[in-house]
């Protein structure tokens, strides 16, 4: 996963640039849905948010990167890697069986 990019608006947000492709693209190991990330990593940071009309995530607060990678890191230990084989896993069906693996149930999006 490539660290998180982020930009300072004004003095009191921050914007998260890349996070739908962080969300959606298999190279990062995540493939999952970006409302689901998003409401993780709001719940974790205590903070309102939302997507802009670039699809990137701004949130009220300053943030560095190393503070979003490190809830970053929780969410994929939590929701994608799997218990079983330890490998990143179908949100459905993991080690190809029909029982999920994944923490899924734990937040509800």
Known sequence: MRPPQVLREDTKKTIFIYFMDLCKTRCSRMHRQPEHVM?????ELGISGSLDGQQRLVVKGRFTPKFFEGILRRYVSEYVICNGCKSAC???????????????GRLKA
């Open 39 to 43: 409401t993780f990593l709001l719940a």
């Open 90 to 104: 179908d949100l459905n069906v993991c080690c190809n069986k029909k029982t999920p693996s994944v923490g899924l």
